[in-house]
């Protein structure tokens, strides 16, 4: 099985510094009913819920449209359309070098549905060191490095233990989508 898919640059800086102008223009709508399934992984990350059904229609059209191309021609789970109804967005500053530890996310314990991929849009409007993505095989880190491009869309089944290192300098931007379906058969 492949264990991921990226779309290097989907959108250009000028384009990402409109989402993120867009999501901080919108955080005032962010909801914090959606905080009880904010993971319980040792994170040093500030992290927003933002309704993704706010962000430009232009920019969630394409991000959508990409990633059922991937479930559709990699993955081919069974996931809703429609979805998600709100995203993470993650600010990982240097000051506390931010990190995200080793997890999954599939924790969607008493829920009808299963989370099935993970979709990540690096949003970083200035540069930054460190904090590279990385996903665990065989008790192994691998370094996904085409992620640490602002604007590159990277999709992976959920179920795949990944990790955030430590930012050492700047900030890192990325908003995480989490795609569901019905429970894994």
Same mark, same amino acid.
């Given at each position: 099985?492949?264990?991921?898919?990226?779309?290097?640059?989907?959108?250009?800086? %000028?384009?990402? $510094?409109?989402?993120?102008? %867009?999501?901080? =223009?919108?955080?005032?709508?962010?909801?914090?009913?959606?905080?009880?399934?904010?993971? *319980?992984?040792?994170? *040093?990350?500030?992290?927003?819920?933002?309704?993704?059904?706010?962000? %430009? +229609?232009?920019?969630?059209?394409?991000?959508?449209? $990409?990633?059922?191309?991937?479930?559709?021609?990699?993955?081919?789970?069974?996931?809703?359309?429609?979805?998600?109804?709100?995203?993470?967005?993650?600010?990982?500053?240097?000051?506390?070098?931010?990190?995200?530890?080793?997890?999954?996310?599939?924790?969607?314990?008493?829920?009808?549905?299963? +989370?099935?991929?993970?979709?990540?849009?690096?949003?970083? *409007?200035?540069?930054?060191?460190?904090?590279?993505?990385?996903?665990?095989?065989?008790?192994?880190?691998? +370094?996904?490095?085409?992620?640490?491009?602002?604007?590159?869309?990277?999709?992976?089944?959920?179920?795949?233990?990944?990790?955030?290192?430590?930012?050492? $300098?700047?900030?890192?931007?990325?908003? =995480?989508?989490?795609?569901?379906?019905?429970?894994?058969?």
């Amino acid at each position: 099985m492949l264990h991921h898919w990226y779309w290097v640059k989907l959108f250009n800086m %000028d384009q990402v $510094k409109l989402i993120v102008k %867009d999501i901080e =223009s919108k955080l005032s709508l962010a909801s914090h009913e959606h905080d009880h399934i904010l993971p *319980t992984y040792k994170n *040093t990350t500030s992290t927003r819920i933002f309704p993704y059904n706010k962000l %430009d +229609i232009n920019y969630r059209e394409l991000i959508d449209e $990409k990633i059922e191309f991937i479930n559709s021609e990699i993955f081919g789970f069974e996931i809703y359309t429609k979805q998600p109804s709100y995203a993470f967005v993650n600010w990982y500053n240097f000051k506390n070098k931010a990190d995200y530890d080793l997890h999954l996310d599939m924790h969607n314990l008493g829920s009808l549905t299963d +989370i099935k991929l993970t979709a990540i849009l690096n949003l970083s *409007t200035d540069s930054y060191e460190g904090g590279e993505f990385a996903m665990q095989f065989n008790n192994t880190p691998t +370094i996904i490095n085409e992620i640490n491009e602002s604007g590159t869309l990277l999709v992976f089944p959920s179920f795949f233990l990944h990790k955030v290192f430590p930012v050492t $300098k700047g900030t890192r931007i990325s908003m =995480s989508l989490w795609m569901k379906g019905p429970h894994w058969k």
